[in-house]
Nanobody
Framework: QVEVVESGGGLVQPGGSLRLSCEAS????????MGWYRQVPGKEREWVAA??????????DSVEGRFTISTISRDNAKNTMYLQMNSLESEDTAVYSC????????WGQGTQVAVSL
């Protein structure tokens, strides 16, 4: 079993930056990738970015060049990954959820990001 916990959301002005953290614990040796989705109420969930255990990174077109996902840092039974979000726009406002992919998908509870004046 894997537990996923996100942190780092908040309110930021347009053009600002935030860094989200994601920590996976438990049977982390099974994890082959980690990433982020986001969702706005009333809209479909949108994939944002992901990184494999080997360091390959991918981004949605909507965040390419503005968001940076870190490699997965492994320490005992914990995997940590970060999403650095720069040049934030109002359209980035959403609940951001981290996932860890192993034998199945493991999800965190989500963290709210609000971009507003």
């Amino acid at each position: 079993q894997v537990e996923v916990v996100e942190s780092g959301g908040g309110l930021v002005q347009p053009g600002g930056s935030l860094r989200l953290s994601c920590e996976a614990s438990g049977s982390t040796f099974t994890i082959i990738s980690m990433g982020w989705y986001r969702q706005v109420p009333g809209k479909e969930r949108e994939w944002v970015a992901a990184v494999t255990a080997y360091g390959k990174k991918n981004y949605a077109d909507s965040v390419e060049g503005r968001f940076t996902i870190s490699t997965i840092s492994r320490d005992n039974a914990k995997n940590t990954m970060y999403l650095q979000m720069n040049s934030l726009e109002s359209e980035d406002t959403a609940v951001y959820s981290c996932y860890a992919r192993g034998v199945k998908m493991y999800w965190g509870q989500g963290t709210q990001v609000a971009v507003s004046l």
